[in-house]
């Protein structure tokens, strides 16, 4: 049973619609007063020790923690599973427990989702999902975050995603539920969504469709999402995916059915010239690098959710 009153920040559908706009109006308020300068009074995490668990490679995720929680005065602590005790078969429940002594705040990547819901269940303070094979919550609270710095509220949009159902995709599913805005998925059939996370929408009221048809799911769209086709994990099946993705690319020809003023979001790292094109990275409907940026302040926001240092701001 998971404790009470400890802050996991698992997945977007464990949160109701209202929780994830306070934290991301915490976010939006930190990278205001950051904007301005950071106030030496406001460092909140003064103390505490956020450790971070890479399993698998990271540039934004990684950067983006380590400075968030050093802003926020707290410290960060830099590990890798395979380093660790975890990696010779220390159980999910020992680490837990024993990482709970140490540090406040526990942030892993790992394609194992379920190493990271037992060691919530397992650890006595808040652990954070950086990336599984399932899903990428904090990509999606900086993609809404940019959406919205963009054009404005995103409840009611229609956002298109094409190409690879990814962990990305997931997350974006269950902010769709949550925020409100409506989903337009289309992927070659070997690629489609999970079932379950399909079912689990519909079950939610959520407006998410998918077909193969990359131009029908664009159509008319305020936001185009992608993902590279070879996620981590992924790599064996390379050349299937390069071939399969193929008409799912996002160039030019595709964006010009979208809403004129749709803006273009991928969570990096691109694979240019595969699923999307320079022109489109580089166009000017591309918000991709404040994308990149806002992992920064809307895991500023997470953290101190997760940390209850959330009213701070106020
Ligand atoms: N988008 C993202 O999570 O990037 P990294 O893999 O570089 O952390
Ligand atoms: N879908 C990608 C996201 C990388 C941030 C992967 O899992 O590799």
């Not at 968030?68 to 660790?84: F, I, N, S, V």
Request: glycine residues 6%; hydrophobic residues 45%.
């Amino acid at each position: 049973m998971a404790k009470q009153n400890i802050r996991h920040f698992i997945d977007l559908c464990d949160f109701s619609g209202e929780e994830l706009r306070h934290i991301l109006n915490v976010a939006v308020a930190i990278k205001a007063k950051r904007k301005r300068g950071i106030p030496a009074d406001i460092r909140p995490l003064a103390g505490q020790t956020l450790a971070m668990i890479f399993d698998k490679p990271s540039t934004r995720t990684r950067i983006s923690f380590d400075l968030g929680m050093r802003e926020l005065g707290g410290e960060t602590l830099m590990l890798t599973g395979a380093e660790m005790q975890l990696g010779r078969g220390e159980s999910t429940y020992d680490t837990a427990q024993v990482m709970s002594r140490f540090v406040d705040a526990i942030m892993i990547r790992t394609l194992d989702h379920q190493m990271v819901t037992e060691m919530a269940e397992f650890a006595d303070v808040p652990v954070i999902n950086a990336l599984t094979k399932l899903s990428h919550p904090c990509q999606i609270m900086a993609d809404i975050m940019t959406y919205e710095e963009h054009r404005g509220p995103i409840t009611g949009k229609k956002i298109a995603w094409v190409g690879d159902a990814s962990n990305v995709l997931t997350s974006l599913i269950h902010a769709a539920a949550r925020f409100k805005f409506s989903i337009a998925i289309a992927t070659p059939p070997t690629f489609a969504p999970r079932a379950e996370i399909m079912e689990w929408a519909k079950a939610e009221g959520a407006d998410v469709t998918w077909s193969t048809d990359a131009s029908a799911a664009v159509s008319g769209a305020h936001a185009v999402f992608t993902d590279c086709w070879v996620s981590m994990g992924d790599e064996e099946e390379t050349y299937r995916r390069q071939r399969l993705l193929q008409p799912y690319q996002v160039n030019n020809a595709l964006m010009a059915k979208a809403d004129p003023k749709a803006v273009f979001l991928h969570c990096l790292p691109a694979h240019r010239g595969e699923e999307v094109t320079d022109e489109v990275m580089d166009g000017p409907q591309s918000v991709v690098f404040d994308e990149a940026e806002n992992r920064l302040h809307a895991q500023k926001g997470i953290l101190a959710w997760c940390l209850h240092v959330d009213t701070a701001w106020k």
